[in-house]
């Protein structure tokens, strides 16, 4: 089992930064790759960016590159989401997510194991 647990959330104009936390405990951190997803009301998750568990492959959705930035600190058990040039429909619950797998199907839901319990993210205009 992974514990995930998001933090960083809250409120922000439009074209500014925050940055997403996600503590992670249980089992070994370094062996998983980790995605965050968004979700907003009525709408299906999200997938936003994904890190594989060496680090040294990431994978961005296109709304998002060039903005936010996945990084991750294995000794802290923790990645990250740097989010810049924030947009009023950024707006969303920021999920983590932790899975075993690194592939074509790393942006689906279905890939990860383990999820967090999000974090409100609001950007208004």
């Known amino acids: 089992q992974v514990q995930l647990v998001e933090s960083g959330g809250g409120l922000v104009q439009a074209g500014g930064s925050l940055r997403l936390s996600c503590a992670a405990s249980?089992?070994?951190?370094?062996?998983?790759?980790m995605g965050w997803f968004r979700q907003t009301a009525g709408t299906e998750r999200e997938f936003v960016a994904a890190?594989?568990?060496?680090?040294?492959?990431?994978y961005y959705a296109d709304s998002v590159k060039g903005r936010f930035t996945i990084s991750r600190d294995n000794a802290k058990n923790t990645v990250y989401l740097q989010m810049n040039s924030l947009k009023p429909e950024d707006t969303a619950v920021y999920y983590c997510?932790?899975?075993?797998?690194w592939g074509p199907g790393t942006s689906e839901t279905a890939a990860y194991d383990f999820w967090g319990q999000g974090t409100q993210v609001t950007v208004s205009s």
């Open positions: 997510a932790a899975t075993t797998g």
């Open positions: 249980g089992r070994t951190f370094s062996s998983y790759s």
């Open positions: 890190i594989r568990w060496t680090g040294d492959n990431r």
